[in-house]
């Protein structure tokens, strides 16, 4: 039977202006990336800010000294430290903030602790008379702040400057931080040496991991679309009324189409909003040589289109077999889930993307498109083209066999109600059809 392109256009127009003209797709395209925004803002920056506060409201330090070891140690302390924004530059250069803390000598440790409790000092700290041979003493503070370590860094520079006093304070920096101020170089993708800041490092991570899970979500959301669709229209018996005029080929082809059009829609709905949002630091990110070569943009839409077409067709068969939408969405959790597998080996594949389970986790169909994302997004990586051209080659040909298997499901099983059938009754279809 020759197939329609009539046919199956009107199937996917029909599918895809059914979806995007949803309520609930427009909030996902608008209000999740609002919402998302919402929580980085009231839960994220306020922990990375957290750093620098701590060191604004460390103002004055309290000293019991028993040993005498401290007794000409400075009476201030200078921390310096980066903004909570890595990108953040002045001149070119890294902005830097300096935070000044007092420091108070007490003549026992009551007069400390009470200082302590009048907030007249932020911390105190009890040296006792061995500790010289020991190294232990005793920190207290008005509150235990459990997401920051800033506060050590005040009491131990001005412990390292005290026991190296009257050394000059130059030389004092160099002996507690020598890689306080180093310039550390490493090769790029194009094997030139480049310089590897706080800024390129988190721009290193969030890159790859934001590809991968751009495409792990196109992928995701395409076949969640067929999913839901064909459930529904098979339990409200629409599709015995569409069979009437198309072919179950047709079908199929229409609204792999049609649905997977309307989750590339959502997709690229937020990487427009995402474009938009970081026009703030575009500048910051030109000054870094942000770019993706055009072999790795082609490679990356060449594994969404199989990835989408993998997973669809699965979709399109657990939609056929089941007999209802929520019993649908059990058979698909775990296909799903391996879709996202690569992020729990995240360390793995952009720290050593030519590792042997980095290279087996790309000829994996379930895994391929994201892992092989994040390996080419990864710096300083070099993953040959054999590589790609293989890992394409499987996931090519597993998408077809899933789409020939899902076909011949499709045919037979959407027209199915009631108790969802058992493996030896799937294989009796696949056999029939």
Same mark, same amino acid.
Request: aromatic share 8%; charged share 15%.
């Given at each position: 039977?020759?197939?329609?392109?009539?046919?199956?256009? $009107?199937v996917?127009?029909?599918?895809?202006?059914?979806?995007?003209?949803?309520?609930?797709?427009?909030?996902?395209?608008?209000?999740?990336?609002?919402?998302? +925004?919402?929580l980085?803002?009231? *839960?994220?920056k306020?922990?990375?800010? %957290?750093?620098?506060?701590?060191?604004? +409201?460390?103002?004055?330090?309290?000293? *019991?000294?028993?040993?005498?070891?401290?007794?000409?140690?400075?009476?201030?302390?200078?921390?310096?430290?980066?903004?909570?924004n890595?990108?953040?530059?002045k001149?070119?250069?890294?902005?830097?903030?300096?935070?000044?803390?007092?420091?108070r000598?007490?003549?026992?440790?009551?007069?400390?602790q009470?200082?302590?409790?009048?907030?007249?000092?932020? &911390?105190?700290?009890?040296? /006792? =008379?061995?500790?010289?041979?020991?190294? +232990?003493?005793?920190?207290?503070?008005?509150?235990?702040?459990?997401? $920051?370590?800033?506060? &050590?860094?005040? !009491?131990?520079r001005?412990i390292v &400057?005290?026991?190296?006093? /009257?050394?000059?304070?130059?030389?004092?920096?160099?002996l507690?931080?020598?890689l306080a101020?180093?310039?550390?170089?490493?090769?790029?993708?194009?094997? !030139?040496? %480049?310089?590897k800041?706080?800024?390129?490092?988190?721009?290193d991570?969030?890159?790859?991991?934001?590809?991968?899970?751009?495409l792990?979500l196109s992928?995701?959301?395409?076949?969640?679309?067929?999913?839901?669709?064909?459930?529904?229209? =098979?339990?409200?018996?629409?599709l015995?009324? #569409?069979?009437?005029t198309?072919?179950p080929?047709?079908?199929?082809?229409?609204k792999?189409?049609g649905?997977?059009?309307?989750?590339?829609?959502l997709?690229?709905?937020?990487?427009?909003?995402?474009?938009?949002?970081?026009?703030s630091? +575009?500048?910051?990110?030109?000054?870094?040589?942000?770019?993706?070569?055009?072999?790795?943009?082609? !490679?990356?839409?060449?594994?969404?289109?199989?990835?989408?077409?993998?997973?669809?067709?699965?979709?399109?068969?657990?939609?056929?077999?089941a007999?209802s939408?929520? %019993?649908?969405?059990?058979?698909?959790?775990?296909?799903?889930?391996?879709?996202?597998?690569?992020?729990?080996?995240?360390?793995?594949?952009?720290?050593?993307?030519?590792? =042997?389970?980095?290279?087996?986790m790309?000829?994996? /169909?379930?895994?391929? /498109?994201?892992?092989?994302?994040?390996?080419?997004?990864a710096?300083?990586?070099? !993953?040959?083209?054999?590589?790609?051209?293989?890992?394409?080659?499987i996931?090519?040909?597993?998408?077809?066999?899933?789409?020939?298997?899902?076909? =011949?499901?499709?045919?037979?099983? #959407?027209?199915?109600?009631?108790?969802?059938?058992?493996?030896?009754?799937?294989?009796?279809?696949?056999?029939?059809?």
């Amino acid at each position: 039977m020759s197939l329609s392109m009539q046919r199956i256009k $009107t199937v996917a127009r029909r599918d895809y202006l059914y979806t995007v003209r949803r309520r609930a797709f427009a909030f996902t395209l608008i209000g999740m990336p609002l919402l998302y +925004a919402v929580l980085f803002t009231l *839960v994220l920056k306020p922990q990375a800010s %957290e750093r620098l506060g701590a060191l604004r +409201a460390f103002d004055a330090l309290g000293v *019991v000294d028993s040993s005498g070891l401290f007794s000409a140690a400075p009476s201030e302390v200078w921390i310096e430290a980066s903004p909570t924004n890595p990108f953040a530059k002045k001149d070119g250069k890294k902005k830097t903030e300096r935070f000044h803390t007092t420091v108070r000598q007490f003549s026992g440790e009551a007069a400390g602790q009470a200082a302590l409790r009048d907030s007249t000092v932020h &911390q105190l700290i009890v040296v /006792p =008379k061995d500790y010289e041979h020991t190294g +232990a003493l005793r920190r207290y503070a008005r509150t235990d702040n459990l997401f $920051t370590a800033s506060d &050590q860094r005040v !009491v131990s520079r001005w412990i390292v &400057q005290g026991l190296l006093h /009257p050394m000059d304070s130059t030389r004092v920096e160099l002996l507690t931080q020598p890689l306080a101020r180093e310039a550390l170089y490493a090769p790029n993708r194009d094997g !030139v040496f %480049e310089e590897k800041d706080e800024a390129r490092e988190t721009l290193d991570l969030l890159l790859p991991l934001a590809l991968g899970m751009l495409l792990g979500l196109s992928i995701l959301i395409g076949g969640q679309y067929l999913l839901q669709g064909i459930s529904e229209e =098979k339990e409200s018996r629409i599709l015995e009324s #569409m069979l009437c005029t198309v072919s179950p080929e047709e079908l199929l082809a229409g609204k792999l189409l049609g649905l997977g059009g309307a989750g590339l829609t959502l997709v690229g709905g937020w990487i427009l909003l995402m474009t938009g949002a970081m026009g703030s630091v +575009a500048p910051a990110m030109g000054l870094l040589h942000v770019s993706l070569p055009p072999m790795v943009i082609a !490679v990356m839409i060449a594994y969404f289109m199989l990835g989408y077409l993998f997973y669809g067709s699965l979709m399109i068969g657990i939609g056929a077999m089941a007999s209802s939408m929520r %019993e649908a969405q059990q058979f698909s959790m775990a296909f799903t889930m391996m879709n996202f597998i690569p992020f729990y080996m995240l360390s793995i594949l952009l720290g050593h993307p030519d590792s =042997k389970l980095a290279v087996a986790m790309s000829m994996i /169909p379930f895994t391929a /498109p994201v892992s092989s994302m994040l390996r080419l997004a990864a710096s300083g990586s070099h !993953v040959p083209g054999w590589e790609i051209a293989l890992s394409l080659s499987i996931l090519a040909a597993s998408a077809a066999g899933v789409l020939v298997l899902s076909a =011949k499901l499709f045919r037979i099983g #959407m027209l199915m109600y009631g108790k969802a059938p058992n493996l030896p009754e799937i294989l009796r279809w696949l056999r029939q059809a």
